[in-house]
């Protein structure tokens, strides 16, 4: 007997749409404009897991942490207005990213537009710019078709975010129609000759240089490319916060290409006569503003990227490779190797200049965080995963550790600050047998640290590591080399991180010393608990390669600004040591 369908409301048929698209999770801040959306949700809820969180951008970087570790679109819900300006900023590091999302958004009454209604938003004309694709459904019978496009969208060539606005109305209607399932799409392999033509240019080199990047990788593609690199004895850079890309402490690493590289390596790529820049875009941070190569093609670019418009937007390429770049590694893997090749020496030369950056200097002091870091990194598990927040604190995780092959790290490359914690909450949302740590500065912090209320109240347990060092680092690093000792805005007065997770009932400590700081987080992993360590650096010392005092001699030196006649900003003091036990 043929099953007649259905009446299903509109609120209900989104639920049973996402579900239909293979989605395990979805964060929000719930809202009066999808009341019916978070009925239908309930229906569902034993096959997808709601998560509550405590502000919109919040849920945005949470959804994005989830589609950057598993490959499909991450999903976050809003409510229209206020809701949706909060969750701009996620859309944003998802375009930057290359990070398949979709936005959900509750929109006003269709009869009300126009009128500047309560919370009223044009999405079309706020999100287009950051966005791959927006609409919004006002008919509940389309939402199957317009919901599966949509994530056909994200996941599309290059990846990206996808904004669905839904009047409030429209979920409230019944109507009979059928669930889309997602559709099965054959990846795009390279040309035929494409890499028997990168083999012959490489066969060609002296010098080549590979920069990994790009997002859409999948645990085989990584390796297969590594494979592929390893089997050239090609030295390989990441591109900025794509750790994750190649196993930091192989022979073959030669650092990272971002904010923060080490100008050896920027000095060795601009000698490089052969880049093969596989998944990155080759952006402002990646290209060194633009000024790692010549827009030409002085030296020849092997491009390989997802998205065909993405190649020679900026560089022009000797030859470009349009490909699923997990297709792409598997086909370079089944070529031969490069018949002996001469650039052994050249290999040596730039894994030995990461060696050498990654050495600890004598930093003034009783914490030596490059030294504090690099124990930990001898501790940590092989599954660990890392997200990082924006800022200067961030450069000395770069500099000083390697994320081995089976961890995982997640950054913004847009520089969003407040991406650390809500990132880490996804992380372990979605992957809660790994353990997550999250680097952090106190800005970012108190940007959204309020979100670790979603961790307790979803029993997940990621430890955050503080970065206090009480100003926003890295616009004071910008001020004094430009306007030395005019301390402007950038002065921080902050909480005592411990006692703010403490008082959620989770597990909170203070390190002050290098010798305090790995037993610290293994105390904070092993309490089960959701962990804050509060790690009190010098805030003289304000990037991993220079001082205050540093910059503002360089300043001088530079003929920069003068000594100001009247006396400067001070920066806070440090916070005075706690005299309550720490936790053993």
């Known amino acids: 007997m043929k099953r007649v369908a259905q009446a299903r409301s509109g609120g209900k048929l989104l639920a049973d749409a996402l579900v239909a698209q293979g989605v395990t999770h979805a964060f929000c801040v719930p809202g009066e404009s999808y009341l019916d959306l978070l009925d239908g949700l309930y229906s569902v809820r034993n096959r997808l897991q709601l998560v509550t969180c405590r502000f919109e951008a919040g849920a945005v970087h949470m959804a994005e942490a989830h589609g950057k570790l598993t490959g499909r679109p991450g999903v976050a819900i809003v409510t229209r207005g206020p809701g949706a300006c909060h969750a701009a900023i996620g859309v944003h590091v998802a375009q930057q990213d290359s990070t398949p999302l979709v936005l959900l958004v509750g929109q006003i009454p269709v009869e009300e537009t126009d009128r500047e209604s309560f919370q009223e938003v044009d ?183 997802q998205e065909r418009t993405e190649i020679g937007r900026v560089y022009r390429p000797a030859l470009g490779i ?138 997940v347990n990621p430890v955050i590591l503080v970065f206090n060092n009480q100003m926003y680092g890295t616009i004071r690093m910008y001020q004094e080399r430009t306007y030395p000792h005019r301390v402007s805005g950038t002065a921080l007065t902050n909480p005592d991180f411990a006692k703010f997770i403490e008082a959620f009932g989770g597990h909170g400590e203070v390190v002050e010393t290098t010798e305090e700081f790995v037993p610290a987080v293994q105390r904070a992993l092993a309490s089960g608990k959701p962990a804050i360590v509060e790690v009190r650096t010098n805030p003289e010392q304000v990037t991993n390669r220079a001082t205050i005092t540093d910059l503002r001699e360089q300043a001088a030196k530079a003929g920069g600004a003068a000594t100001p006649s009247a006396p400067a900003a001070r920066t806070p003091a440090p916070a005075p040591r706690r005299t309550t036990p720490r936790p053993r």
Not at 215 to 229: F, M, Q, V
Not at 260 to 274: S, T
Not at 322 to 335: E, G, I, Q, Y
Request: aromatic residues 8%.
């Open 123 to 305: 999405y079309r004309r706020m999100f287009s710019p950051i966005a791959k694709w927006v609409t919004q459904i006002d008919d509940a019978k389309r939402i199957p078709e317009i919901m599966a496009h949509a994530f056909d969208v994200a996941v599309s060539g290059r990846p990206g975010p996808v904004v669905v606005a839904i009047s409030e109305e429209m979920q409230k209607h019944l109507v009979t129609v059928p669930d889309i399932g997602p559709a099965e799409v054959l990846p795009p392999h390279p040309a035929p000759e494409a890499i028997t033509r990168l083999s012959a240019m490489l066969a060609r080199a002296q010098r080549p240089l590979a920069i990994l990047g790009g997002s859409g990788w999948t645990a085989e593609g990584r390796k297969a490319i590594a494979d592929y690199l390893i089997a050239n004895d090609l030295p390989v850079a990441v591109s900025f916060r794509r750790q994750s890309l190649f196993d930091g402490t192989h022979r073959n690493f030669a650092g990272d290409l971002g904010v923060g590289a080490d100008a050896g390596l920027v000095a060795r790529a601009k000698e490089a006569d052969l880049i093969l820049a596989i998944g990155t875009r080759l952006g402002e941070p990646v290209s060194q503003g633009y000024t790692l190569l010549d827009m030409a093609g002085a030296t020849p670019i092997v491009h390989v990227h």
């Open 322 to 459: 349009v490909s699923d770049l997990n297709a792409f590694a598997a086909a370079a893997r089944a070529t031969q190797p490069v018949a002996k090749p001469v650039w052994a020496d050249w290999r040596k030369t730039l894994h030995g200049q990461r060696l050498k950056q990654a050495e600890a200097p004598d930093y003034e002091g009783p914490l030596n965080l490059a030294r504090a870091l690099q124990a930990l990194e001898k501790v940590l598990p092989d599954d660990t995963i890392f997200t990082t927040d924006a800022g200067n604190f961030a450069t000395w995780p770069t500099r000083f550790t390697h994320v081995k092959e089976r961890q995982d790290f997640l950054g913004p490359t847009n520089g969003a600050m407040g991406y650390g914690v809500p990132s880490a909450i996804g992380a372990k949302i979605t992957f809660p047998e790994r353990p997550v740590i999250c680097f952090v500065g106190d800005g970012g912090f108190m940007m959204t640290g309020q979100e670790i209320a979603t961790a307790f109240h979803h029993a």
